[in-house]
T-cell receptor, first 113, second 118 residues
Framework: GDSVTQMEGPVTLSEEAFLTINCTYTATGYPSLFWYVQYPGEGLQLLLKATKADDKGSNKGFEATYRKETTSFHLEKGSVQVSDSAVYFCALRSGGGADGLTFGKGTHLIIQP | NAGVTQTPKFQVLKTGQSMTLQCAQDMNHEYMSWYRQDPGMGLRLIHYSVGAGITDQGEVPNGYNVSRSTTEDFPLRLLSAAPSQTSVYFC?????????????????FGEGSRLTVL
């Protein structure tokens, strides 16, 4: 079955540091890939997505590139802020007719001033 | 624009009690689903629906029932609550997406319902 593996953390960085959160996946067919963010006490919000190989999703300074050859979708940001502190989930959606996303376990990111 | 609305936000039950978590969306989305979120487990799919009158099981369906009588509503029922069902529950909806091959539509989530079973 489908699966997503991401570093669990917590990941603690100083403000303005470079961020990478690794995400690799196993899936049949041609999945779409997503990063969701969950701020404390809130639901999940879509951060960015990519629907085919070599696509780059970007939003709010975050980027991730769909790498089919390495089955990866790593999240990056050049300079993080305290407001980026949250839990980040990598997820995929396969073309099997089912609705659900398959999520990684989430990475708790803590940015210190 | 309300999006996906879940009620209640918080609930405490005793073992064996029943309850229904409500979910409504106003985006005319065909797909709706329920997830539970547990520490160290990420989100796991409980049940989903691809349209009114159609439901199916996800990864962890045991102990939960769903129905989809309208496009807008997708309630989740716990018939006899157990402590193992203590969790945060999220409802989500989506469109099918634009690709005929891959289901590319993003999910829109509610704010969550925190359930404690004593």
């Amino acid at each position: 079955g489908d699966s997503v593996t991401q570093m669990e953390g917590p990941v603690t960085l100083s403000e303005e540091a470079f961020l990478t959160i690794n995400c690799t996946y196993t899936a049949t067919g041609y999945p779409s890939l997503f990063w969701y963010v969950q701020y404390p006490g809130e639901g999940l919000q879509l951060l960015l997505k990519a629907t085919k190989a070599d696509d780059k999703g970007s939003n709010k300074g975050f980027e991730a590139t769909y790498r089919k050859e390495t089955t990866s979708f790593h999240l990056e940001k050049g300079s993080v802020q305290v407001s980026d502190s949250a839990v980040y989930f990598c997820a995929l959606r396969s073309g099997g007719g089912a609705d659900g996303l398959t999520f990684g376990k989430g990475t708790h990111l803590i940015i210190q001033p | 624009n309300a999006g996906v609305t879940q009620t209640p936000k918080f609930q405490v039950l005793k073992t064996g009690q029943s309850m229904t978590l409500q979910c409504a969306q106003d985006m005319n989305h065909e797909y709706m689903s329920w997830y539970r979120q547990d520490p160290g487990m990420g989100l796991r799919l409980i049940h989903y629906s691809v349209g009114a009158g159609i439901t199916d099981q996800g990864e962890v369906p045991n102990g939960y029932n769903v129905s989809r009588s309208t496009t807008e509503d997708f309630p989740l029922r716990l018939l006899s609550a157990a402590p193992s069902q203590t969790s945060v529950y999220f409802c989500a909806s989506s469109t099918p997406g634009s690709s005929a091959v891959a289901n590319t539509g993003e999910l829109f989530f509610g704010e969550g319902s925190r359930l404690t079973v004593l």
